[in-house]
């Protein structure tokens, strides 16, 4: 992101220090008189100049000093009213030199966060816009190509062709599902329903779901109490298991095993999803959970992956108040690592409140 360098303490601002507005101000009208009444009675006393003479010197010497301290209390706000007309036409590499100590000052230092924070938002936005392009681009070309090879004749409308066809649209719809529930995380329109829920009943149906569209990856599945218990919505956690366990199947080896194991750590339930992939760099562990980042963009790209499971998952773990983070595993692989509010216990079901 393009700014303008920061211009250090200069002279136009000779009362930066001051830490008040209202300080500044006295300052400038104490100054203002002082020097109208010492130049007077300088021109007078000493000079023995006419004292309607006396006093217009006195005054242009007054309008003069004003006029300069004026200058550097406002020049902070002249140019946040240059920088407002910029980003209005959308340039957000505008900053404002913040150099005051006073309430202006810090009003231009908020300013220029608030450019910074513009600024990434305008990228995000742009990036956002270009990936889901791209996304959308992709099955949909390979839509067009099928579609006219079956009406032109060239190829049949054999089940493998159709299979093909299926598999983009079903990747369409996954983009689309992504893309809606991003939206509403981020709006903050998803409500939870928080509840103390089973941990290993959620962990089994992701995994039952995962081995019926996933086949060559064993998925090994533990729990280290049987009566484990999460505060939060069930639903919505079982959402965050099945992006996990997606993007750890997608990146391990044909033939290899995702582990995924639940315990108990002090109050709070730890999940963790374990695969033999190539695992993910340092310096790519916080910025997976960006959307549509890819570590490895050849493989993503090729599989299907869209580069949204994590970032869902960060908001929905969010929401919950928790934590989610990889961490390397050896001697390969990744272990992403989900922190949960833990339940002392579960609601008791209906039958055996009659009982």
């Known amino acids: ?16 220090a001051v830490t008040s507005i209202k300080v500044k ?27 309607s003479a006396a006093g ?28 407002t007309q910029a980003m209005a036409k959308g340039d957000y590499s505008q900053t404002i030199t913040a150099t005051s100590h006073d309430e202006v000052g810090r009003l231009a230092a908020a300013f220029n966060r608030m450019a ?4 990434e938002t305008d990228r995000v936005r742009r990036d956002l816009v270009a990936n889901v392009s791209h996304e959308l681009r992709t099955p949909l070309t390979a839509l067009q190509a099928t579609l006219e090879n079956l009406i032109d004749g ?7 062709t159709l299979q093909t066809m299926l598999t983009q649209v079903e ?3 996954r983009l689309v599902t992504q893309l809606l529930d991003l939206s509403r995380l981020e709006a903050g329109t998803v409500p939870l329903d928080r509840h103390a829920f089973a941990i290993e009943p959620v962990l089994a149906h992701a995994v039952r779901e995962q081995e019926l569209t996933n086949s060559g990856i064993a998925i090994d599945m533990s729990v280290a109490d049987a009566g484990l218990a999460a505060d939060g919505d069930a639903e919505r956690v079982h959402q965050v298991v ?75 773990v969010d929401l919950h108040g928790g934590e989610i983070h990889p961490e390397p595993h050896e ?9 949960l509010p833990g339940a002392h216990s579960l609601p008791r079901r209906p039958q055996e409140i009659t009982q």
Do not use: K
Not at 1 to 16: E, G, I, S, T, Y
Not at 65 to 72: E, K, P, Q, T, Y
């Open 1 to 16: 992101m393009r700014r303008r360098p920061q211009v250090p303490h200069v002279p136009d601002r000779p009362l930066d």
């Open 25 to 51: 101000l006295a300052t400038l009208i104490v100054g203002a008189v002082s020097i109208t009444v010492f130049v007077f009675w300088f021109c007078i006393r000493i000079v023995h100049l006419w004292p």
């Open 56 to 83: 217009v010197i006195a005054g242009a010497v007054a309008l003069i000093l004003v006029s300069r301290l004026a200058r550097g209390m406002t020049s902070p706000l002249r140019e946040m009213a240059s920088a």
């Open 116 to 119: 910074a924070e513009l600024a």
């Open 154 to 160: 060239v190829a049949p409308a054999d089940p493998r």
């Open 171 to 173: 990747r369409l719809g």
């Open 242 to 316: 099945t992006n996990l366990l997606e993007n750890a199947v997608r990146h391990s080896p044909q033939g290899g095993s995702v582990q995924v194991r639940a315990r108990r750590t002090e109050n709070n339930v730890t999940i963790e999803i374990i695969d033999e992939g190539p695992g993910i760099a340092a310096a790519d562990a916080e910025r997976v959970f960006e959307r549509f980042y890819r570590a490895d963009t050849a493989r993503a790209s090729s599989d299907g992956g869209a580069g949204l499971g994590l970032a869902i998952a960060r908001w929905i």
């Open 331 to 339: 001697p390969h692989g990744c272990r992403m690592v989900v922190t």
